[in-house]
């Protein structure tokens, strides 16, 4: 049987002396490798495991059940937010009503960029929006997660640089490997006809989009949030409003 890695989760009842020493042991004798372990907000750990055995882990599950220090809350082949769990010491915020949306805020932008660098390392067609005020950290993020994957970037629109609007680019800018930053203001509100063949062209690549403010972007093109795989949220504090009005007129007088 092929090698797995599992999830595991448990909350601790009663953190008592030589609990996780007992728990390892188990472990050990079940010969299920512990690749990454942690503390996972407040009372509760997270543990990358690794086994050649599906029965082991469903036996390993059944006797730390019996177990009345912790309950196991989560024990499945890991998702991205599990092993950004266990290296980070806390779940990603997500939508509870919209589950493809992520929130963090300005003093997260570690976990963002490793989670985004996950992202990118996967193949074929994605889009991903990223929400924000200005100067919040939205670009320097999506090159950072660029750089985490090892993907060259591409800007299509930018107002990182002064004013980025492409009507044409190179093969090699083209490649499908890349990351393609498009600024959802600038290529819809600011774009000329040439710049939005080359955005559709782009669209319709099997390639990694990242659309900054993708609710104008939306509004004023003729893609919907269906065309989205990701929605990120990026804020100063958890109470910040994301508030469009406040800042598309100044990118018309800027531009």
Not at 100 to 118: I, Y
Not at 153 to 168: A, G, K, N
Not at 213 to 226: A, C, G, K, L, T
Request: charged share 30%; hydrophobic share 35%; proline share 3%.
């Amino acid at each position: 049987m092929e090698t797995k890695q599992w999830y595991m989760e448990y909350k601790i009842h009663k953190n008592r002396p030589g609990l996780l020493g007992d728990i390892a042991s188990m472990l050990g004798m079940l010969e299920v490798n512990i690749l990454t372990i942690n503390g996972v907000e407040g009372k509760t750990r997270g543990m990358l495991l690794e086994s050649d055995d599906d029965e082991k882990i469903r036996l390993l599950g059944e006797m730390l059940g019996k177990v009345n220090s912790i309950t196991v809350s989560a024990l499945r082949q890991p998702k991205l937010v599990d092993i950004l769990a266990v290296r980070h010491g806390r779940y990603i915020d997500r939508d509870s009503d919209d589950r493809k949306t992520f929130r963090f805020t300005r003093d997260e932008l570690g976990l963002l960029v490793d989670f985004l660098g996950e992202v990118f390392k996967r193949e074929g067609n994605q889009v991903i929006g990223l929400r924000g005020m200005p100067r919040v950290g939205k670009t320097e993020s999506i090159i950072a997660g660029s750089v985490c994957a090892m993907k060259r970037w591409t800007f299509v629109s930018s107002t990182l640089l002064r004013q980025t609007i492409r009507s044409q680019m190179s093969e090699d800018e083209l490649n499908p490997n890349n990351v393609f930053i498009i600024d959802g203001i600038v290529s819809t509100i600011r774009s000329s006809e040439r710049h939005y063949n080359l955005l559709q062209d782009i669209m319709s690549m099997p390639s990694t989009k990242v659309i900054e403010h993708p609710d104008i972007f939306v509004q004023e093109s003729e893609y919907d949030y269906n065309d989205f795989d990701i929605i990120i949220e990026l804020r100063n504090n958890p109470n910040e409003e994301i508030i469009y009005d406040t800042f598309t007129a100044s990118y018309t007088d800027e531009l």
